[in-house]
């Protein structure tokens, strides 16, 4: 009876492991870079800021668009006594002068350098989540391994405790004990291949193709550059921009007070005399100020706000990188000490447990404690590894990288 049922938790265990290595390896797999540049390839965000770096560069293109021109028909000196007076066809045309235009095409092109920017800056948001499901992938790929390697631990104890009950050398209570911890560790690894299961569907969603990719490599420990922005951050030059775009509308402002010429020409018919003709040149000029003057102090105090924001975010940034560069070095202690005193020492630790149950020198809960222990140690360094990787994900975003 005991070896039956050891006979079919094995066999669940080597069906579940088989099915998902099968899946496992149906995906391609590709480098963190080339997931990135084909999320590119089909990210709506991307083409929407495309789009609209379009509209304003055809807005700069045109300029200022012209005054319509008016068509209408006049009559004058008509008498009641029958006479008739003068019949006039007129056209009538206002002009901008080509400084006005010249400012409003200077501002549709600040408009198209802003939506580069914010084109840059989308960019670097789907980089960062191409970035960070990637290492969520290889997390929960590795975390599915050291579930696996647990529940063969747990199998081999299962299997020595089965057969020392079979040969009399030990009671029951170590083989129930031992079949418990599987049955926990194999739950574990189902939690483990569905954690697998998400991380790669919502990797392959930022990827948006047919074919199914997974991750290369696993996560490890690089050296890391200082962390300072570079001159192209996107997050800076968007505020320069707007900056930019701010100074640019101080000038369309002002071209609101330049006046306008007007125009006009007359075909006319008077008093039987065909044809006749008339014209009329003159200016518009705005003789009520106050707004305009007021619209240009308000567009020149944004400039002064876009400056404050520039400043803000430069500050901003500081702090941001300042906490991310500390946080990543406890990462990095907290790994140094897994990797070399640690872990070294559980291994040995296993070892000599191993020996010690065999020979009789420590218990089969001793035993089971030190398994745990090791798998304990071995889930920590995974976790603080990939701690350090959201971290880095987090420093390339705020640095422009």
């Not at 235009?101 to 200077?106: F, P, V």
């Not at 948006?208 to 550059?225: F, H, K, P, Q, R």
Request: charge should be negative; proline fraction near 2%; aromatic fraction near 10%.
């Amino acid at each position: 009876m005991i070896h039956n049922k050891t006979l079919k938790e094995c066999v669940s265990y080597i069906l579940i492991t088989m099915l998902s290595l099968s899946l496992f390896g149906q995906e391609k797999a590709i480098t963190l870079d080339e997931a990135i540049a084909l999320a590119r390839e089909e990210y709506v965000g991307l083409e929407r800021d495309r789009l609209l770096i379009s509209k304003y560069e055809k807005l700069a293109s045109v300029g200022l668009p012209s005054q319509p021109t008016q068509l209408y028909i006049s009559g004058e000196e008509f008498g009641s006594n029958g006479q008739t007076g003068v019949h006039s066809l007129n056209i009538q045309q206002n002009f901008y002068l080509p400084k006005a235009s010249e400012a409003q095409q200077e501002y549709y092109q600040r408009s198209a350098i802003l939506a580069e920017r914010q084109m840059a800056l989308t960019d670097r948001e789907l980089a960062r989540q191409v970035q960070l499901a990637y290492y969520q992938l290889q997390y929960t790929t590795e975390a599915m391994e050291i579930m696996d390697e647990n529940v063969q631990l747990y199998s081999d104890f299962l299997e020595m405790t089965t057969t020392q009950l079979t040969t009399g050398e030990t009671g029951r209570l170590p083989q129930l004990a031992a079949r418990s911890r599987l049955g926990q560790a194999q739950l574990e690894y189902q939690h483990a291949t569905e954690s697998y299961d998400m991380s790669l569907s919502l990797f392959n969603q930022w990827l948006s193709t047919e074919t199914d990719y997974t991750t290369v490599g696993t996560l490890t420990l690089s050296e890391e550059i200082e962390s300072v922005w570079q001159d192209d951050n996107p997050h800076l030059q968007i505020i320069q921009a707007q900056q930019e775009l701010a100074q640019a509308n101080i000038e369309t402002q002002k071209a609101q007070l330049l006046p306008q010429i007007n125009s006009g020409l007359k075909l006319q018919n008077a008093f039987g005399n065909f044809p006749l003709f008339g014209y009329q040149v003159g200016v518009n000029v705005p003789l009520f100020k106050k707004a305009y003057e007021g619209r240009i102090q308000a567009a020149e105090i944004e400039t002064q706000v876009q400056t404050a924001a520039l400043r803000t975010e430069e500050q901003k940034l500081q702090r941001t990188l300042n906490e991310i560069r500390y946080r990543m070095e406890h990462q990095r202690h907290t790994l140094s000490y897994l990797t070399e005193e640690l872990r070294p020492l559980l291994d040995e630790q296993s070892q000599v447990n191993l020996q010690a149950y065999r020979e009789g020198e420590i218990g089969y809960l001793e035993y089971l404690d030190s398994l745990e222990q090791i798998v304990q140690a071995k889930q920590q360094y995974l976790e603080a590894l990939y701690k350090y990787h959201l971290l880095k994900a987090e420093k390339d975003y705020w640095t422009g990288r």
